[in-house]
T-cell receptor, first 114, second 113 residues
Framework: SAVISQKPSRDICQRGTSLTIQCQVD?????MFWYRQQPGQSLTLIAT?????????ESGFVIDKFPISRPNLTFSTLTVSNMSPEDSSIYLC???????????FGQGTRLTVV | QQQVKQSPQSLIVQKGGISIINCAYE??????FPWYQQFPGKGPALLIA?????SEKKEGRFTISFNKSAKQFSLHIMDSQPGDSATYFC????????????FGAGTRLAVHP
């Protein structure tokens, strides 16, 4: 298993500002992902955080808006840049070992942009 | 990202009844078929999963049925309990391919006492 600590758990931010979300895992993992989930909706994959290299972004998501860092095998950050109310959502960190027989999720960061 | 179609969108079941959630997929490269359960305010957690070499897997009250030819798999919850009220997601995976989980639209299950 893997225990994930995601911070902050929630935040209210002004439009035009940026927020950095941290994801810390209690053990080394091969794969780390960032998802977005609108309340009552499914999870949409933003990107795969790659250790030591640039993240791999899904269609519709760009590095300038969602810069991601992964300096080692247990930690990653997602920044939501130049926020607008449309960015209000829950952001979830997920980790898995190679093969993804089980993905583990943090509790999420509930972001509200006003 | 819409490679799977999950149904129904929502489901209301009486306590003790059977809940059935379906997932249809297109990509024949998928070789691992999990269901995730999510409670409000929490991240999803793996509930049960199946590989395509078997047609059914049972863990307690939860059963996955897999139909390879129809490219469908379903989650059956027997003797449904109010504590099963949650959102359920299918997330089929290809070990030789995308190396990421793509989730179905989700099914919100409410079990009434």
């Amino acid at each position: 298993s893997a225990v994930i600590s995601q911070k902050p758990s929630r935040d209210i931010c002004q439009r035009g500002t940026s927020l950095t979300i941290q994801c810390q895992v209690d053990s080394q993992v091969t794969m780390m992902f960032w998802y977005r989930q609108q309340p009552g909706q499914s999870l949409t994959l933003i990107a795969t955080a790659n250790q030591g290299s640039e993240a791999t972004y899904e269609s519709g998501f760009v590095i300038d808006k969602f810069p991601i860092s992964r300096p080692n095998l247990t930690f990653s950050t997602l920044t939501v840049s130049n926020m607008s109310p449309e960015d209000s959502s829950i952001y979830l960190c997920s980790v898995a070992r190679q093969g993804i027989t089980e993905a583990f999720f943090g509790q999420g960061t509930r972001l509200t942009v006003v | 990202q819409q490679q799977v179609k999950q149904s129904p969108q929502s489901l209301i079941v009486q306590k003790g009844g059977i809940s059935i959630i379906n997932c249809a997929y297109e990509n024949t490269a998928f070789d691992y078929f999990p269901w995730y359960q999510q409670f409000p305010g929490k991240g999803p957690a793996l509930l049960i999963a199946i590989r395509p070499d078997v047609s059914e897997k049972k863990e307690g009250r939860f059963t996955i049925s897999f139909n390879k030819s129809a490219k469908q798999f379903s989650l059956h919850i027997m003797d449904s309990q109010p504590g099963d009220s949650a959102t359920y997601f299918c997330a089929p995976y290809s070990s030789g391919g995308y190396n990421k989980l793509i989730f179905g639209a989700g099914t919100r299950l409410a079990v009434h006492p």
